[in-house]
């Protein structure tokens, strides 16, 4: 009897275990950064701006070489992240002016209706106070940010957005050109991120979704053109003795702020003991910038890649991801899964058990994160205007506007889209421009 009663104790044990594991949710945290190079990290290549937290990040989790942004530019790829579906089936097709209607269909709005806390910092760009397009309207419970995208520009504005209510940033004065400060006392990222810190803690014994998009290392466009030298923050740390322009070292010293703010929230997550149920992906919005008296070959933001932001060549939509999640991805794995933002909703859905929208054209990744097999794209599109990239495979097509014929590069062999093989493969070249006529409408 005692021997019946103790197997029956481990069959209960074993069951209960099951479901718990098959019921809880697991937090997500995407990070997103702005116009980071796919270069522009020490687990991609670079060899002068130091990174070792997000190198830890990748020695801890997984790296994808092939992850591809929604778009070349800002707003358009933050669209194709929350919808599921790429450039050519949105709205948009570049950085025009776009609120979300209401009862758009979103990750979020998916996320808090299956239980999830939900909350946003950063750089929102999809609605502003008043529209049926701020984050309170999307499925978020909390934001904190920039709402309008043309005001993100500035490192040191006046004010940010709490849900839509103004939050003063002390001591910042803007002055009568547009973007640019006159007293800079109250750097916006550091408050941002300390927001994003405190949605952790507070939320950390339920489950959450957190949006962190981050706006460094984009320039103050504005105040490149006012001053020379638009990539503002506090100080250049490591970098402040180095014989650099000084837009260099303030591009360098953004991206090892961030650095360690990521090394920061891992702490945390370790110190709540939620890490090992927090799915943390980090990834950049587009390609780097050439603006703001950054040059983007001064540290090879974009590797190997050609193109940067604004281009459909890779350089301008290949871009950095790193997803982690302790326990679950094997650690210092890489993955060249063909992959993309309208991926991230079906993935987010598998992850939270719920069923994804029909009409999206993602795929999730979560096979590829648990190291099963993988179902694959039969192919990847971006439209930017009359500009449109199509990836199927090792291949990859680019049409530079409506009259322009259709370029072919092998990404296997020719990784920076080099030597155009268009006259060589004229069948190719055909089922491509059938794909573009069939987004083009």
């Not at 937090?27 to 290549?45: A, R």
């Not at 993309?340 to 009409?359: G, H, M, Q, R, S």
Request: with cysteine; charged share 20%; aromatic share 10%.
């Amino acid at each position: 009897m005692p021997q019946r009663s103790s197997l029956l104790a481990i069959v209960i044990l074993a069951l209960s275990t099951t479901l718990a594991s098959a019921t809880e949710l697991t937090n997500i945290i995407y990070v997103m950064v702005d116009d980071l190079g796919y270069g522009d990290l020490g687990c991609y290549g670079q060899q002068t701006i130091t990174t070792p937290y997000i190198d830890k990040l990748a020695k801890e989790g997984m790296r994808f070489t092939d992850h591809y942004a929604g778009h070349t530019v800002c707003r358009p790829s933050r669209l194709v992240l929350l919808t599921g579906k790429h450039s050519g089936n949105t709205p948009i097709h570049g950085n025009t002016q776009y609120y979300f209607p209401a009862n758009t269909q979103t990750v979020t709005t998916l996320l808090k209706q299956k239980g999830y806390v939900t909350g946003g910092v950063g750089k929102w760009a999809l609605g502003t106070p008043q529209t049926t397009g701020v984050p309170s309207k999307q499925g978020f419970d909390y934001w904190f940010g920039y709402l309008d995208q043309s005001r993100a520009h500035n490192f040191y504005p006046e004010y940010l957005w709490e849900n839509e209510t103004k939050f003063p940033l002390t001591g910042n004065v803007e002055g009568p050109k547009k973007n640019v400060s006159t007293e800079r006392v109250t750097y916006s990222h550091d408050v941002m991120h300390e927001k994003a810190l405190s949605f952790i803690r507070e939320n950390a014994h339920e489950p959450f979704f957190l949006q962190a998009h981050y706006t460094i290392p984009h320039t103050n466009n504005e105040g490149g053109r006012a001053t020379g030298n638009g990539q503002e923050v506090p100080d250049y740390g490591a970098y402040a003795s180095k014989d650099w322009p000084a837009p260099e070292r303030g591009f360098a010293a953004m991206i090892s702020r961030l650095d360690s703010d990521i090394g920061e929230m891992m702490k945390l997550l370790q110190e709540l003991n939620i890490d090992r149920r927090t799915l943390v992906i980090f990834t950049s919005d587009n390609g780097p910038h050439q603006e703001g008296g950054h040059k983007m070959e001064f540290f090879n933001s974009n590797g190997n890649l050609r193109g940067f932001k604004r281009d459909l060549y890779d350089g301008g939509i290949r871009v950095p991801m790193i997803a982690r999640w302790p326990g679950v991805i094997q650690p210092g794995t890489t993955s060249n899964h063909p992959s993309a933002f309208w991926d991230f909703l079906p993935t987010a859905c598998e992850l939270a058990n719920i069923k994804p929208p029909t009409d999206t054209d993602g795929i999730s990744y979560l096979p590829t994160l648990l190291g099963k097999p993988q179902d694959q794209h039969e192919y990847l599109f971006w439209r930017a205007g009359q500009k449109f990239a199509v990836r199927r495979g090792e291949w990859k097509a680019v049409r530079l506007n409506d009259k322009a014929a259709v370029e072919l590069y092998n990404l296997k062999k020719d990784l920076g889209e080099q030597n155009n093989l268009a006259s060589k493969h004229p069948e190719l070249v055909g089922e491509f421009e059938a794909i573009i006529a069939k987004h083009q409408q």
